[in-house]
Nanobody, 124 residues
Framework: QVQLVESGGGSVMPGGSLRLSCAGS????????KGWFRQVPGKEREFVAL????????AYADSVKGRFTISRDNAKNMVYLQMNSLKPEDTAVYYC?????????????????WGQGTQVTVSS
């Protein structure tokens, strides 16, 4: 199966920045549409950002628009999420996601592959 492995999570103060990385396995998966979701205990996993197969198109949840930037490097089979101006409400486990049928990951139902998750904690 396709594997996705997140890294870069940690603890940061409000207003700080973190960059999450998602490393994919295999050649074909390097061009899959991908994205990021996040989840806190007791709540549904929610959409954060997506990027199409070649990086030409991106989309963001309203809650992170203007603060987060998704990007990709297909030669390295990597996807990134640059998170700036972090807020306490951004605290969550962040998951990398991919679709193997070249459909954008607009919601959890469109996700074929999940990473294991990485914790992001924003607190003072």
């Amino acid at each position: 199966q396709v594997q996705l492995v997140e890294s870069g999570g940690g603890s940061v103060m409000p207003g700080g920045s973190l960059r999450l990385s998602c490393a994919g396995s295999g050649h074909t998966s390097s061009t899959y549409p991908k994205g990021w979701f996040r989840q806190v205990p007791g709540k549904e996993r929610e959409f954060v950002a997506l990027i199409n197969w070649n990086g030409a198109n991106t989309a963001y949840a309203d809650s992170v628009k203007g603060r987060f930037t998704i990007s990709r490097d297909n030669a390295k089979n990597m996807v990134y999420l640059q998170m700036n101006s972090l807020k306490p409400e951004d605290t969550a486990v962040y998951y990398c996601a991919a679709n193997g049928q070249y459909r954008n990951v607009i919601n959890t139902a469109s996700v074929d592959y999940w990473g294991q998750g990485t914790q992001v904690t924003v607190s003072s």
